[in-house]
């Protein structure tokens, strides 16, 4: 077996990579060669900490997998390490051997970050100048780095509930050589592209903040319960997500089906645009909005991309199993 440590991920794996590894990906889940297991998920009641795993299988790529962590929200406080805490284990898909374990804390906020960027290269305008970000934690960075890539943006805008934060991606705006502005979350209809990343239970963007041709990726619901957006958002966008089955039971999807404001049938997989089976984008006016759910095979890929990077770099180590 490999092992590739946390503390080697960050030399290894670029934004362009993870871009690469996840759009490819989501091509793959699109056209029926990939597929994810079903989520488990569970507050373990201790730390109150949610904690499960995610796999799938990548038949294009012969990635076989799952991703073991969670969220332990005392982590930062108690103990200044990371909130989110993941492991990938891979395995051989012809021998059912364990192949290789990869630290999965940054490559989760790479493979996140590459996601709603990925939703932006293809649903956004080509002429979006304003970026909006509804969040200003640990994970927003990497949200507001990978996403001032696809675009020429001019401007960023930022909320968060707890405005304290704001300087986190304030930060991330000025090392672009863009201005920064705190805004209500009325001030997001200035935005052109909107990336909310939050751990909200309880909507906080609704229908009236965004404005038409809009593109926004809502990247922190990922459980049962959790909330961004107002579901009358959903009913007036075009929805696109990573796998439309955990939209409906986990995403953010999930709210406006249980009130009956969509159905299943109006929500496509980003792969269908990336693959071209899906306009995506059709108007100018035309708001888009990208459930990220976050799925197995994400973090496969990428961690798939890192193991064979630490090979040909001399970096994995191999232990006996």
Known sequence: MLIVPEREIAALMTRASAFKAVEKVFAAMASGEAYNFPVVREAIGHEDALYGFK?????????????????????????????????IFLFDPDTGKVAAMVGGNLLTALRTAAASSVSIRHLARKDAKVMGMVGAGHQATFQL??????????????????????????????EAGLPFEA???????????????????????????????????CMGTDTLGKQEVAPALLAHATIFT??????????????????????????????AVINGTHPGRTADDEITL???TGVGLQDLAVASAVVTLAVAQGIAIEVDV
């Open 55 to 87: 796999g799938g299988f990548d038949r294009s790529g012969l990635t076989l997998g799952l991703k073991a962590g969670g969220y332990w929200p005392n982590n930062l406080a108690k103990r200044d390490i990371i909130n989110h805490q993941s492991t």
């Open 145 to 174: 780095r990978a996403a001032l890539e696809q675009r020429a943006f001019e401007k960023v805008i930022g909320w968060n509930l707890h405005p304290e934060m704001l300087p986190n991606i304030a930060k991330v705006a000025d």
């Open 183 to 217: 805004v209500a979350l009325d001030g997001m209809r200035e935005a052109d592209v909107i990336v909310s990343i939050t751990s909200s239970f309880e909507a906080s963007l609704m229908a009236d903040h965004v404005s038409p041709g809009t593109h926004i990726a």
């Open 242 to 271: 990573d796998e439309v089955a955990q939209s409906i039971s986990i995403g953010e999807a999930q709210h406006a089906i249980a009130q009956g404001l969509i159905c299943e049938a109006d929500i496509h997989q980003i792969g």
């Open 290 to 292: 990208f459930d990220g």
